[in-house]
């Protein structure tokens, strides 16, 4: 590659990150917006239910949470199959930050239900509720794969990584369907809702979706530059030496 083809391709790449940036904090002012919207149809729009009162609010939080962790976990599966066949680190690096952002979902999923559960049915976690039992594994095994990844060094993390986050993701359709496989009183298989709790409800779930891809784009951003900093480093390191 002579200099011009060089200057060329760092150029385009340069024009490609301005884009990207560009994007991401339009993206930013867009999910701002969007979370402003969704508060004021979750405590003023939609009607407070009957049987439950203001706890089942949580509802608009807990859903749309769990939801996007499944979203995360989806992608990091996509992501994980495509680093073991093409070996590229895009790949790993959209797989690991999607990981990252689908745990801290399923976090608040965990932590918004048991606080629903208390306020509706007095108990925080019920161990025979399939949901709940199934979600924590979810968690469980996310976390193991982020550990994972802080074990091994180089090519042999990045492929070790990529083996659990396909296993990981096996989970994933037992929590969606443990209510109709093992039943629970916690987690019906339908909700009613009245039509303004629907549009509170389909409005907070597009925003948590939206949400996600803006902390995607940040958190892979962030990822690809904290990777190019250590091969600067190495490269420096063994230049000295």
Known sequence: ??????RQDVNLDLHIRRIRVIFRNVLGIVVTLLIVVSIYLI?????VEMEMGLPQKIFYFHVPSAWVSFLAFAVTFICSIGYLRKRTNNFDVWAISS?????????VAIITGSIWAKGSWNTWWDWRESRLTTTLALWSFYAAYLILRTA????????????MGIISFVMVPIVFFSIRWWGGD??????????????AFFTSLFTFTIFYVYL?????????LTRQVEDIRRESISEIE
């Open 1 to 6: 590659m002579n200099k011009l083809e060089y």
């Open 216 to 224: 995607l784009l940040l958190r892979s951003d962030i990822e690809s």
């Open 186 to 199: 916690l987690h019906p298989i339908r909700v009613g809702m009245q039509v303004r709790m629907k549009v």
């Open 43 to 47: 405590f003023f729009y939609a009607p």
């Open 152 to 163: 091994f060094e180089g090519e042999q993390k990045r492929i070790n990584a990529a083996v």
């Open 99 to 107: 990981a990252e952002i689908g745990l801290l979902f399923c976090t």
